[in-house]
């Protein structure tokens, strides 16, 4: 699965990804589900913040994600979209290595907020501040979609009990759910 950020177009980052990489010749990239992505702060918002910017200009420790991860790409993105210089960001010591560690940072006072999903914040107890929607796709080789297996996943995907799921966890849009986005 991947979900990558460009900018200014963050829909077409996925496939785009895909093209620029010539070793993928027939790569086939399915949508799996659009999800909210944010800013996680602790309940109450007790800094008051509204966004990223003013998470910058009032100093808040900013909990990260390792180098490459989809949340740090989104937020080096996101600092560059809204010009923000990423010098004056408050970064906590360590990284991340998921997002339910940095919700547990935030959680615990360690750092003060840092990018994951509305499900994240929701199963923490969380405030968030929405961001972004991002796709998360899934990448194969044409030949594997065409696989017993995928086919079984993909009918799942399409099915009654992922719906449920993305509804009990929110922040999660399935209408383009195993939609073919590019066909390499």
Known sequence: AIHLHATPDDDEANPAAILAEPGLFDAVVIGFARREQGLLVAP???????????????????????AGAGAQLLLNSLVEREALPATAMVLTEGICATGQDLALAIRTGRADCGIAS??????FGLDFLPLVWEHVDLV??????????????????????????????????????????LNR
């Open 44 to 66: 109450g918002n007790p800094l008051g913040l509204s966004g990223l910017a003013s998470a910058v200009t009032q100093q808040a420790r900013f909990a990260r994600r390792q």
């Open 118 to 123: 509305r499900a994240i914040a929701s199963a």
């Open 140 to 181: 194969m080789r044409r030949r594997t979609y065409f696989e017993p297996a995928t086919q079984m996943l993909l009918g799942w995907m399409r099915g009654t009990a992922m719906a449920a799921r993305a509804r009990e966890l929110g922040g999660y849009d399935l209408s383009r759910s195993g939609a073919v986005r």
